[in-house]
C-alpha cells in the first residue's frame, strides 16, 4: 500500500521536473533569441530586429510563471536541505536565463541604428562570438536537466574561450576605429554588441554555479580563468 508521505514525495519530484522543463525550455528560447539577433545583423533587418526586441516579452513571462512555481512550491512543500537547494537554484538560474534574454534583446536594438549606416568589415566577426555564447548556454542547460554539475564545471571553465574571442575582437574593433574616423559610429554599436554577447557567457557560469551548489551543497570554490583583457589598457596579446 502506498503511503501518503510517497504520494508526497512523487507529487514533489513531478513539481521539480516540470520546473526544471521550464527553465530548459526558457533557456532554449533565450539562445534562439541570441541566434535570431545576429541574423538580423547580418541581413540588415530594421522590421526583423524589432520582433526580436518584442518576443523578450516570452522570456519575461516564463521568468514570472517560474517563480511564482518557486512560490507554490515553498509554500505547499515546505523543502529542506536538498530540496530547498535545488527550489532557490531554479530561482536563480531563471533569473540568469533572462538577463541573457535580456543581452539578445540589445543586440538586436543595436542592429537597428547600425543597419542605417555603411557596412563594416567587423559585423561579420560578431557570429562567431554568438556561436560560442550560444553554445555555453545549451550546454550548461543540458547539464542542468541532467544534474550534471562536472559537465556544467566544463562550460564554466570554457567560457574563457569566450572572453579570449570577445578580446581579439575588441582589439580589431578599436583597430578600425583608429583607421578611420567614420567607422567609429558603427564599430561603437559593434564594440557594445560584442561586450552584450561576453556577459551572456557570464551568465552560462553562473548558471554552472548555482548547479555545482545544488547537486553538492557547496560552492564551486575555483579560480576560473579571465582572458578578457579590454579594461586592461595595455591590452596584453592573447595568450599572455
Not at 44 to 65: G, S, T, Y
Not at 81 to 100: P, T
Amino acid at each position: 500500500m502506498t503511503s501518503t508521505k510517497d504520494h508526497i514525495i512523487k507529487s514533489y519530484d513531478s513539481e521539480l521536473a516540470r520546473l526544471t522543463g521550464e527553465i530548459v525550455r526558457m533557456g532554449e528560447l533565450a539562445a534562439s533569441q541570441l541566434e535570431a539577433a545576429i541574423d538580423v545583423v547580418e541581413r540588415r533587418d530594421e522590421r526583423a530586429a524589432q520582433r526580436v526586441v518584442a518576443n523578450d516579452e516570452a522570456i519575461d513571462a516564463l521568468e514570472q510563471e517560474i517563480s511564482h512555481d518557486v512560490v507554490r512550491l515553498l509554500a505547499l512543500r515546505a523543502p529542506m536541505a536538498g530540496d530547498l537547494r535545488n527550489v532557490f537554484a531554479a530561482l536563480r538560474i531563471a533569473s540568469d536565463i533572462e538577463r541573457i534574454g535580456d543581452y539578445a534583446a540589445n543586440v538586436a536594438k543595436r542592429s537597428i541604428p547600425l543597419s542605417m549606416v555603411a557596412p563594416v568589415g567587423p559585423a561579420s566577426g560578431l557570429g562567431y562570438l554568438a556561436k560560442l555564447a550560444a553554445a555555453e548556454v545549451r550546454e550548461v542547460l543540458a547539464a542542468y536537466a541532467e544534474q550534471d554539475a562536472e559537465r556544467g564545471y566544463r562550460v564554466w571553465k570554457g567560457d574563457a574561450e569566450l572572453d579570449e574571442a570577445y578580446t581579439g575582437y575588441f582589439r580589431q574593433l578599436l583597430t578600425y576605429m583608429m583607421e578611420d574616423p567614420r567607422n567609429i559610429t558603427p564599430c561603437t554599436h559593434l564594440l557594445f554588441m560584442a561586450k552584450n554577447i561576453e556577459r551572456i557567457g557570464d551568465h552560462a557560469t553562473n548558471i554552472a554555479e548555482n548547479l555545482w551548489f545544488q547537486v553538492y551543497g557547496e560552492p564551486l570554490d575555483k579560480q576560473r580563468t579571465k582572458r578578457d583583457f579590454t579594461s586592461n589598457p595595455e591590452m596584453p596579446k592573447l595568450g599572455e
